[in-house]
């Protein structure tokens, strides 16, 4: 899975002539929390400063009114994959953690419960840059669904089930959805598409959860949205 994403990190981290050294195969990532809607300008101020930085995002059509006119027409957005996360190469010197205290909207890194750092490891961030390519991707082979708020999901991609059973919190009208996913201790919300996801049913009595017989048998219809 290092060589998938290795193909990308010059792009993902920045120009090397900003970012002087791209992470080695293996190397940790960290999570660097940002206030919603300044992760770009994050992302730009850490490259400035020769931190490696990603910004996951996806391009998405809205529709808007100009205030002068009254006219309505449509623009394109950038939107956050893992709102208010900018992900970075856990390589904690003095340069990175100046480049975090002057990142506008930056506000710390991630930590578990015991204060420890969460660090997200290559096949994390392979999964996270599948999900950022099905995202981006013109025609998704499945857009539409019949996913509710509250169902049980996992990853179509995470075979080896590093983030487990997430939750959906939101159904949006474009067939993407909101799901919470435990990321080692620590509940992120991630925007997905519908067909990156699999349902999964929790048996009540020992609450352990299993595969759906509905995968493979073709799209699900009828979107439930908010």
């Not at 930590?111 to 950022?132: A, P, S, Y």
């Amino acid at each position: 899975m290092a060589v998938d994403i290795t193909k990308h990190l010059a792009e993902m981290l920045g120009q090397p002539a900003a970012v002087t050294e791209l992470p080695a195969p293996n190397e940790c990532w960290c999570m660097v929390l940002v206030r919603p809607g300044y992760e770009q300008d994050c992302r730009d101020s850490l490259r400035r400063r020769g931190v490696g930085a990603w910004w996951p995002n996806f391009a998405k059509e809205t529709g808007f009114k100009d205030r002068q006119t009254g006219k309505r027409g449509i623009r394109r957005i950038m939107v956050s994959v893992l709102p208010g996360v900018v992900l970075s190469p856990a390589r904690l010197t003095a340069n990175f953690w100046q480049a975090i205290d002057l990142a506008p909207g930056a506000l710390n890194v991630a930590r578990r419960f015991n204060t420890d750092l969460i660090l997200l490891h290559d096949i994390d961030i392979v999964l996270i840059h599948k999900i950022e390519q099905g995202l981006n991707v013109s025609a998704p082979p499945r857009s539409s669904h019949s996913y509710a708020v509250g169902e049980k999901v996992r990853f179509t991609d995470d075979d080896l089930r590093r983030w487990g059973v997430g939750e959906v919190i939101e159904c949006h009208r474009d067939g993407t959805l909101r799901v919470d996913i435990n990321m080692f201790g620590r509940i992120t919300p991630a925007t997905v598409a519908s067909w990156q996801l699999e349902p999964v049913e929790t048996d009540k009595r020992i609450g352990v959860a299993s595969k759906s017989p509905m995968r493979g048998k073709g799209p699900r219809s009828h979107p439930k949205a908010r």
